[in-house]
Every structure is written in C-alpha cells, then in structure tokens.
C-alpha cells in the first residue's frame, strides 16, 4: 500500500517551486559560483580584489570558489591567527603584483597567482623560529609574496610547451630559498632548526602504542597539513569548504589522506609525524590532481589517483630526508613531482583522458564537459556521415542518368540501322 501511494503521489505546485527554489539557491554558492564571478566585474576593485584573494585561498586545494575560501580562512584563524595574518597578506600581495604585472586577468580573478603566496605567507611564520607577533616577518613575507607571480610567470611559460600546471612550484623554491639564506642562526629572521633525519622509525614506536582516536584524527589533519595546520577542527572545516564546491574533490582529500597516513605506517614513520598529518597532505593533494581535476573522473583514474598518492608517499620519504640533510623542509615537492610524472603518462586508453588546461575545473564540470564534447563528436560525426550518405546517393543518381542516356542512345542507334536495313 505504500508503494501504491508513493507511485500515485504528485508534488503540489507549491512544493515544486520551493524545490527549484532551494536548489536554486544551493547551487549558487556550489561550484566555482560562476555567477558571483561574473556579478563581482560589475563591482568596485575592492570588491573584486576580496573575491581573488578569497578564491586564491581555495585554489591550494584547486577550488575556485570564495566561499570556500571563507571557510578555510576561518579554519586558518582556527589554528592560529598569526599564520592566517600572514596568510592573507601573502595572496593580497601576490595577487595585486601580478596586476601591476599585466599578467592575465582570467587568471588573476580565478585565484591562480594567490595560492602560492597564501602558501609562502603561512609557511614562512610557520617556519619561524621567533614565533607568533613577531611584526618584522611581514617584510620577508612580502618580498617573497611578490617574487610568487613572477617566478609562477616564468615556470608557466616553460610547462605550456607540455600543457602541464606549475601547481605549488614557486612556494617550494621561494619558501626554501628564504630558509637556506636565513638559517637557524639568523640575528633577525631565524628558522626552526631541521635536523638531518637519518632514520624514519624510532625505537620507542610499535604496534602496541598505537592510538587508534588518532589514527582516525590524522585523515583530516592530514588535509589541514596542506597549510601547515595540525589541528583537526581546521582540517574539518577545510573539508566541509572543498565538500561545499565539489563533492568529488572532499572525498579524494580524505582518500588521499587516508592512503599516506597508513603508507606511512608501512614505511615506519614516526608516530607522531603520522598523527600531526606530515604524510597525509602531499598524497592528499596528489590524489585530488589526478582523481577528476586533470583527468575526467572514472574508475580508472580513480585507481590511478590512489596510485599516485602511494607514491606520493614514498616520494614525501625520500624528498624529507635529503632535504633535511640540506637544512630544508620538503614542502610540497613530493606532491609535485609526483602528480608531473603522473600527467605525464601518455596511454591510449579512452578512459584515462587528461584535459587541456584552458578547460580544467572542478570534478563535476570537467565530467559535463567531456560528455558534451562526446556528444557534439557523435552529432558531427553523424552529419559527416549524412553527407556521405548524399554524396554517395547523388553519385550514384548521376551514375544511374548516364547510364539511361548512353542506353537510350545505343537503342536509337540499333534502331535506325534496323530502319537503314529495312529500306535497302
């Protein structure tokens, strides 16, 4: 009786439009708010320029959408408000030289010359051995911020010749660069001290101290580490934020996360490096590149995306003990190298489709997108075969006309020499 009742029931005219309505609304903040971005030209610069700096936040997770942005800024201030300070001066300051730069505007407004400095801002007070308010940080923070669009500018203009992204290079050699020529015993900028990691597991670690409350705490730490946090409650509205534009992008962070946290088990990591999220947020942002975001979302690059964060995991060992003999963090230099490598592949496989960077999105557009090229392929594809077909049909209907005239003559002429016979 109740299937019965569910199949008669018609929604109310009231309820469709309170539907549409809701549905409406949601999806206006969803996505990369393609409407906010359009409605935000019409407005003043400052408008504007809190649109991109928003937007440049998000995009350390690829996510264009401002929204978000506000939520992981939030989650920053969560954690610690001198690093978020920090921060948001590094994106408003590599955002607006990239301006005065004349570099593209589509670019700029969509947030991608700001994730870097959002990223050499947080790691640079992260990094700093004097601490939280410590106001003469701001300068180096700045210059560095700077060089963020004109180091993005260069490596830009060498990966177009391959289609590929610089994703967070120019953080990596800027933050690096400021640590290396300051040092631990810099009179006016030091950095925490890195020692020389010369083995992974220590003796004190084993299966018997395992907490698993903190094992499962580490997934979204581990996104969280993407910005240099290690509290949970900010790698959870980080979540919520990349759950809030793509669905798809959310679950390959915790995939990914998940996936290097018990690599590094399997690599016998240390267990606090483990819980404070160090070997989840390289295999995090590895698995977001290549499950959906570079390569239209299916099974197989799916399976390719977790791949990818296993050895992004197994770079993340690697890169952290050379670099630590060197003085330096590993950054993100695992992520990238790893997810370059993994875009590089060339496979004849329809499945495994890499996009053209002028199209890449989010996840879900990037899938719309392929099933109209598919469709508009197969409509082309269809016409080309229906002039074919009346190519071919006309051909054979000129074939056909000749064939009736030349019979028509060589009948005329067997019938006058029939008449020339007769006569004679």
Same mark, same amino acid.
């Given at each position: 009786?109740?299937?019965?009742?569910?199949?008669?029931?018609?929604?109310?005219?009231?309820?469709?439009?309170?539907?549409?309505?809701?549905?409406?609304?949601?999806?206006?903040?969803?996505?990369?708010?393609?409407?906010?971005?359009?409605?935000?030209?019409?407005?003043?610069?400052?408008?504007?320029?809190?649109?991109?700096?928003?937007?440049?936040?998000?995009?350390?997770?690829?996510?264009?959408?401002?929204?978000?942005?506000?939520?992981?800024?939030?989650?920053?201030?969560?954690?610690?408000?001198?690093?978020?300070?920090?921060?948001?001066?590094?994106?408003?300051?590599?955002?607006?030289? $990239?301006? *005065? &730069?004349?570099?593209?505007?589509?670019?700029?407004? %969509?947030?991608?010359?700001?994730?870097? +400095? #959002? @990223?050499? /801002?947080?790691?640079?007070?992260?990094?700093?051995?004097?601490?939280?308010?410590?106001?003469?940080?701001?300068?180096?923070?700045?210059?560095?911020?700077?060089?963020?669009?004109?180091?993005?500018?260069?490596?830009?203009?060498?990966?177009?010749?391959?289609?590929?992204?610089?994703?967070?290079?120019?953080?990596?050699?800027?933050?690096?660069?400021?640590?290396?020529?300051?040092?631990?015993?810099?009179?006016?900028?030091?950095?925490?001290?890195?020692?020389?990691?010369?083995?992974?597991?220590?003796?004190?670690?084993?299966?018997?101290?395992?907490?698993?409350?903190?094992?499962?705490?580490?997934?979204?730490?581990?996104?969280?580490?993407?910005?240099?946090?290690?509290?949970?409650?900010?790698?959870?509205?980080?979540?919520? $934020?990349? *759950? &809030?534009?793509?669905?798809?992008?959310?679950?390959? %962070?915790?995939?990914?996360?998940?996936? +290097? #946290? @018990?690599? /590094?088990?399997?690599?016998?990591?240390?267990?606090?490096?483990?819980?404070?999220?160090?070997?989840?947020?390289?295999?995090?942002?590895?698995?977001?590149?290549?499950?959906?975001?570079?390569?239209?979302?299916?099974?197989?690059?799916?399976?390719?995306?977790?791949?990818?964060?296993?050895?992004?995991?197994?770079?993340?060992?690697?890169?952290?003990?050379?670099?630590?003999?060197?003085?330096?963090?590993?950054?993100?230099?695992?992520?990238?190298?790893?997810?370059?490598?993994?875009?590089?592949?060339?496979?004849?496989?329809?499945?495994?489709?890499?996009?053209?960077?002028?199209?890449?999105?989010?996840?879900?557009?990037?899938?719309?997108?392929?099933?109209?090229?598919?469709?508009?392929?197969?409509?082309?594809?269809?016409?080309?075969?229906?002039?074919?077909?009346?190519?071919?049909?006309?051909?054979?209907?000129?074939?056909?006309?000749?064939?009736?005239?030349?019979?028509?003559?060589?009948?005329?002429?067997?019938?006058?020499?029939?008449?020339?016979?007769?006569?004679?």
């Amino acid at each position: 009786m109740t299937a019965s009742m569910d199949n008669n029931y018609q929604p109310s005219y009231e309820e469709a439009p309170t539907r549409s309505c809701l549905f409406r609304a949601v999806g206006l903040f969803t996505g990369d708010m393609h409407l906010c971005r359009e409605w935000v030209k019409r407005q003043l610069v400052v408008i504007q320029l809190l649109d991109w700096i928003l937007r440049g936040v998000a995009q350390v997770m690829f996510v264009n959408n401002p929204v978000s942005g506000l939520l992981i800024t939030a989650g920053l201030f969560l954690q610690n408000p001198w690093w978020a300070l920090n921060g948001l001066l590094g994106t408003f300051v590599s955002t607006v030289f $990239a301006m *005065l &730069l004349g570099l593209n505007r589509e670019a700029i407004s %969509a947030g991608l010359y700001g994730y870097n +400095g #959002t @990223l050499v /801002g947080i790691l640079m007070a992260v990094f700093s051995a004097k601490g939280s308010w410590y106001w003469w940080l701001l300068m180096p923070n700045m210059f560095m911020s700077m060089l963020c669009p004109v180091v993005s500018s260069a490596l830009s203009s060498v990966a177009i010749k391959w289609d590929l992204p610089i994703f967070t290079l120019p953080f990596n050699i800027l933050v690096c660069l400021h640590v290396a020529a300051t040092g631990a015993n810099h009179p006016y900028f030091p950095e925490v001290d890195i020692q020389p990691n010369d083995h992974l597991h220590p003796t004190n670690d084993s299966k018997e101290s395992l907490n698993i409350s903190q094992l499962f705490l580490s997934v979204p730490v581990g996104v969280g580490q993407v910005y240099g946090c290690d509290s949970p409650w900010t790698g959870g509205l980080i979540l919520l $934020a990349l *759950l &809030l534009s793509s669905p798809t992008i959310c679950f390959h %962070a915790m995939w990914g996360s998940a996936a +290097g #946290t @018990l690599s /590094g088990f399997a690599l016998a990591a240390p267990h606090k490096d483990i819980y404070s999220g160090l070997w989840g947020y390289n295999s995090a942002l590895s698995c977001i590149a290549i499950g959906g975001v570079f390569y239209v979302l299916t099974w197989q690059t799916h399976l390719l995306a977790l791949i990818c964060a296993l050895f992004s995991t197994y770079m993340t060992a690697a890169i952290s003990k050379l670099m630590s003999v060197l003085a330096l963090p590993a950054c993100t230099w695992p992520f990238c190298l790893s997810t370059l490598i993994f875009l590089l592949i060339s496979s004849e496989i329809p499945a495994i489709c890499r996009l053209p960077l002028s199209v890449v999105s989010y996840p879900e557009k990037n899938r719309r997108y392929q099933r109209q090229l598919k469709a508009s392929e197969k409509v082309q594809h269809s016409q080309q075969q229906h002039s074919q077909e009346e190519a071919m049909l006309k051909e054979n209907g000129r074939a056909a006309l000749h064939k009736e005239r030349l019979n028509h003559c060589c009948n005329l002429i067997i019938l006058r020499k029939n008449t020339e016979q007769i006569l004679m």
